[in-house]
């Protein structure tokens, strides 16, 4: 379902099922949620490219797991029936959370369809970037269901909350040019080339930096997000008197008086 490898510090995970779109089956959800956390305790990783082999990013979640919650319907108690699709959907969302709560850098590298769950995905990650093929949509809306897994968290907080809702009660597909334009995606790329070269060179930038740095404004952005910027100050406070009197600091000073590039460790 994946394909993996890690160079220079950067970890490229592929969703590798060309054939079906790259839908996820549970097996899919699973192996995304081990994978995301693996590499985030990995020292030898510093940050994590997410893209999907063939023509597409990810279409989401594969119709006959789906289509296997009907399973559900032959539990003759329709209060055990709902605790159990709870907890499917609980422990999909946790795959997905495993994207956010992965303590390096993601970014997803897009082309062809990022939709329904895959924009799930998409939206879990740090920084996204896409060739002009690229289009996404919020599929659920045709299914006869709610988008459940995190877009509907996600994106208005990341594009402005009147396209979130244009997207999500239409199911209309976003275009690569209009992605971009409502800050969907950081850049498009004319091409799947293209788009790969340049994020991997966005990556290896990242990978020089201090790890320690990397992981720590990572947290801040994100609790920042979820809070007050009260209590996005208070929680850098206590950061930062935990972490900023590390090597990394006398190194970068060291490297910035000496005009050197300075090398830090895991």
């Known amino acids: 379902m994946f394909q993996i490898d890690i160079q220079d510090k950067i970890a490229h995970l592929r969703f590798n099922r060309p054939e079906k779109a790259n839908a996820l089956h549970q097996a899919g959800w699973e192996a995304m949620k081990t994978h995301f956390q693996a590499l985030s305790e990995n020292p030898q990783v510093r940050v994590v490219v997410l893209s999907g082999e063939g023509k597409h990013f990810c279409s989401g979640i594969d119709l006959e797991l789906l289509l296997s919650f009907a399973q559900l319907n032959e539990m003759g108690c329709e209060g055990r029936k709902r605790e159990a699709l709870i907890a499917i959907i609980q422990h999909l969302q946790e795959c997905v959370n495993a994207i956010e709560h992965c303590k390096k850098p993601v970014i997803a590298a897009i082309q ?65 040019s209009e992605a971009q334009h409502i800050g969907l995606v950081n850049q498009v790329y004319p091409d799947t080339k293209t788009l790969h070269v340049q994020v991997h060179h966005l990556a290896k930038e990242i990978a020089t930096k201090s790890p320690l740095v990397v992981r720590g404004t990572k947290k801040a952005l994100l609790y920042a997000r979820d809070h007050t910027v009260a209590e996005g100050l208070s929680q850098i406070q206590h950061w930062n008197a935990a972490m900023l009197l590390s090597n990394d600091l006398m190194q970068a000073i060291k490297a910035s008086i000496s005009k050197q590039k300075p090398q830090f460790e895991d």
Do not use: W
């Not at 895959?118 to 996404?136: K, T, V």
């Not at 919020?138 to 459940?148: N, Q, W, Y």
């Open 112 to 176: 062809g369809a990022c939709i329904g769950g895959g924009l799930d995905i998409a939206a879990a990650c740090d920084m996204r970037f896409c060739s002009a093929d690229a289009h996404f949509a919020i599929r659920e809306v045709d299914m006869g269901m709610v988008a459940d897994l995190g877009t509907l968290q996600r994106l208005p907080k990341i594009i402005p909350y009147g396209k979130v809702t244009e997207m999500a009660f239409t199911g209309r597909q976003v275009l690569s």
